[in-house]
């Protein structure tokens, strides 16, 4: 963790700090979070380390461990299922909101982060790829409580294990429905770009319900 944190030294508050580390896969489903020890990296005293562990714990982002102290929490099959059933409402919303408010260059950049997917079969790149796709989705939405709630719904999603982008039909998939989803926010069409995210998100929690079933084989 001593490397984590120091990569993100002099970033904003605590609290923003270990959320960076959550969200880059830098903490994952575990780690224990030592209070000491993140004070000492940080050059800090306890108490802000202590309040931002507090605020992680609300969150649903550190949990107990087995061990004395907090942990980064893991996402079990039942939160598994309410995190995309929220998430497909909130990115179906947000295409609406897109397809209502973006601006040309908006549509522009979406065209060119679906096109960047176009033969490339390296999971970690098409995941990169999904993120800053469906962060500016959102960003066209011009709507700043769509955007704080996507965002920490984004740093949830980081908790899952792997990438769906792993399965190959999905590769292809994602790309199509990506597609679906810009064509629609170009058309203006509020409806039609409502039913892609959703079906988009569907699809990607079948995928990763998949993904799941293959680990645990």
Do not use: C, W
């Not at 030592?34 to 940080?42: N, V």
């Amino acid at each position: 963790m001593k490397a984590i944190m120091e990569k993100n030294m002099h970033r904003g508050t605590p609290l923003e700090q270990l959320l960076d580390a959550i969200e880059d896969g830098k903490l994952t489903p575990g780690t224990r979070l030592r209070e000491t020890e993140l004070a000492e990296q940080l050059g800090i005293s306890r108490t802000p380390v202590r309040e931002a562990l507090h605020r992680l714990h609300a969150m649903g982002l550190a949990e107990h461990g087995p061990q004395r102290g907090l942990i980064v929490s893991h996402l079990d099959y039942d939160h598994l299922r309410q995190l995309f059933a929220v998430r497909e409402g909130l990115e179906g919303m947000a295409a609406r909101l897109a397809a209502e408010y973006a601006t040309p260059a908006e549509i522009s950049l979406l065209r060119e982060l679906v096109s960047l997917d176009v033969g490339v079969d390296n999971p970690d790149t098409l995941k990169t790829h999904n993120k800053q796709f469906h962060l500016q989705i959102v960003r066209a939405s011009h709507n700043a409580y769509m955007i704080d709630a996507l965002a920490n719904l984004r740093i949830h999603l980081s908790l899952l294990p792997g990438s769906t982008y792993s399965i190959a039909k999905r590769r292809v998939q994602a790309q199509d429905e990506h597609q679906a989803i810009i064509d629609a926010v170009a058309a203006h069409d509020g409806d039609a770009a409502e039913h892609a995210a959703r079906v988009h998100i569907k699809s990607g929690y079948r995928a990763r319900l998949e993904l799941l079933s293959s680990q645990q084989g």
